[in-house]
């Protein structure tokens, strides 16, 4: 299971929300509902963003999305 982890990396880097959505040229409640979901966000064109984020807070994917095994009943 894949855990979005964007929240703790603004939180790590010293970015905000705010700043984030300027950058991407996005709202800033679009970019706060990512930050506040543990799900990667489904959007179209997500590949794209996730490399502008990665651009902006000088980051990888692996930084942002956090796998872990299924748990198996």
């Given at each position: 299971?894949?855990?979005?982890?964007?929240r703790q990396t603004l939180a790590d880097r010293?970015?905000?929300v705010t700043q984030?959505?300027?950058h991407l040229?996005?709202?800033r409640t679009t970019v706060s509902n990512w930050a506040n979901s543990d799900e990667i966000p489904s959007?179209?064109?997500?590949?794209?963003?996730l490399d502008k984020i990665c651009e902006i807070l000088k980051?990888?994917?692996a930084d942002l999305i956090e796998s872990s095994p299924d748990k198996k009943d």
């Open positions: 299971m894949a855990k979005w982890k964007l010293k970015v905000s984030l959505a300027i040229g996005r709202s959007a179209r064109g997500f590949n794209e963003m980051c990888t994917p």
